[in-house]
């Protein structure tokens, strides 16, 4: 990764920034849409990689659905940013994330299976995950047709954690 970026959490004032990044992939189904007001009530799950002048150029989230397991959710790197290792590290940092907070459990609904299979990913049926399933694929209006794939990764302790 170039040296001018910074992998940090996520602040109240980036809220506006991540909507728009999420949101610029939102409109051709890839991403679900996040106001700046959904974000903010979530900041603290949310890390973001910084450009030198500021600019937000990587996003992403945990979400957890139990102590022992969570969501690595809401992976948007900007499009002039694609294929530099950006989307490697914002996933790096949330699953620091989870590591601090002692979750090892960690799984993605994707879109994007060869990302995540690069990134050491395995393929894992859904059902694995009956909390998810619950919360959010019972009512969602795709839940009939949904061409999301669940990838799953379990975390080591004693990897290094990043993410201060
Ligand atoms: C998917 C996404 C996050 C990847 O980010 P990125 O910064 O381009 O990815 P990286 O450069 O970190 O790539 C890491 C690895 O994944 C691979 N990879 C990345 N995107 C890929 C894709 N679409 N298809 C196949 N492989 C891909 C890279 O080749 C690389 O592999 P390598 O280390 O073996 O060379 C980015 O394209 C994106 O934001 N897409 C739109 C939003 C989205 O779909 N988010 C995922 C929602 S779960």
Partial sequence: MAPDLLVRRALSRDATAISELNNSFASEGQMLRRTPEMISLAI???????QGNGQLLACGALKEYSPSVAEVAAIAVSREAHGK???RAIVNAVEDLARKRGTYDVFALTLQPDFFAAI???????????EKIRRDCL??????????ICFAKTL???DIVRAA
């Fill in 120 to 130: 050491g990913y395995q393929r894992v049926d859904r059902a694995r995950y009956p």
């Fill in 156 to 158: 080591l302790a004693a």
């Fill in 44 to 50: 603290d799950d949310y890390v973001v990689v910084q």
């Fill in 139 to 148: 009512a969602c209006a795709r839940r009939f047709a949904c061409n999301e």
């Fill in 85 to 87: 290792g950006l989307g």
